[in-house]
T-cell receptor
Framework: AQTVTQSQPEMSVQEAETVTLSCTYD???????LFWYKQPPSRQMILVIR??????QNATENRFSVNFQKAAKSFSLKISDSQLGDTAMYFC??????????????FGQGTELSVKP | DVKVTQSSRYLVKRTGEKVFLECVQD?????MFWYRQDPGLGLRLIYF???????EKGDIPEGYSVSREKKERFSLILESASTNQTSMYLC???????????????FGPGTRLTVL
């Protein structure tokens, strides 16, 4: 069974600085996807970034980037130039896509990030 | 834009009541999901459906049932609510685009259920 672990329940960062959120996972699959979701106080889950396991290049979306280490089964999220609007709960998630099952998501425990002015 | 809506943002029920949580999506998605979110546990899958009238158990189906009579609507039912079902419930939907393809899940705003 696949598992996802986020070992940092809470983190804080000063505005404009860089912060890295950690995530490890366990799977015997070779083809899968990894995601970081953001859940602000409004509770609306928003996809931040995704990574396909077969791609060696790390995904980047503006100020958000990942460090994907497939052999180590590690998938960390780096937020550069942190902004107050980045304050949220961040979830790491794993998907093993299967036809007709829509790709079930397995989530980590979450990391609550506070960006301080 | 994909829109997933849930019938209530907050809900308070009594132990033993039958509770219905409704979810509607407007993007003709085949797949719909119900998750439960608890502090320190993240989101856990309760049930999902990949077609009308089709359903499959997720990781924590005990105490819940679901109904999908129309493609756009997926209901979560608590037959006899208990205090340990106090939680945040999130609905999601996604499209099916063939074998081993990526299907982003889009989430609703969540329903915070309190069972007294």
């Amino acid at each position: 069974a696949q598992t996802v672990t986020q070992s940092q329940p809470e983190m804080s960062v000063q505005e404009a600085e860089t912060v890295t959120l950690s995530c490890t996972y366990d799977t015997s699959e070779n083809n899968y996807y990894l995601f970081w979701y953001k859940q602000p106080p409004s509770r609306q889950m928003i996809l931040v970034i995704r990574q396909e396991a077969y791609k060696q290049q790390n995904a980047t979306e503006n100020r958000f980037s990942v460090n994907f280490q497939k052999a180590a089964k590690s998938f960390s999220l780096k937020i550069s130039d942190s902004q107050l609007g980045d304050t949220a709960m961040y979830f790491c998630a794993f998907m093993n896509p299967r036809y007709n099952q829509g790709g079930k998501l397995i989530f980590g425990q979450g990391t609550e990030l506070s960006v301080k002015p | 834009d994909v829109k997933v809506t849930q019938s209530s943002r907050y809900l308070v029920k009594r132990t033993g009541e039958k509770v219905f949580l409704e979810c509607v999506q407007d993007m003709d998605h085949e797949n719909m999901f119900w998750y439960r979110q608890d502090p320190g546990l993240g989101l856990r899958l309760i049930y999902f459906s990949y077609d009308v009238k089709m359903k499959e158990k997720g990781d924590i189906p005990e105490g819940y049932s679901v109904s999908r009579e129309k493609k756009e609507r997926f209901s979560l039912i608590l037959e006899s609510a208990s205090t340990n079902q106090t939680s945040m419930y999130l609905c999601a939907s996604s499209s099916t685009r063939g074998a081993f393809s990526y299907n982003e899940q889009f989430f609703g705003p969540g329903t915070r259920l309190t069972v007294l």
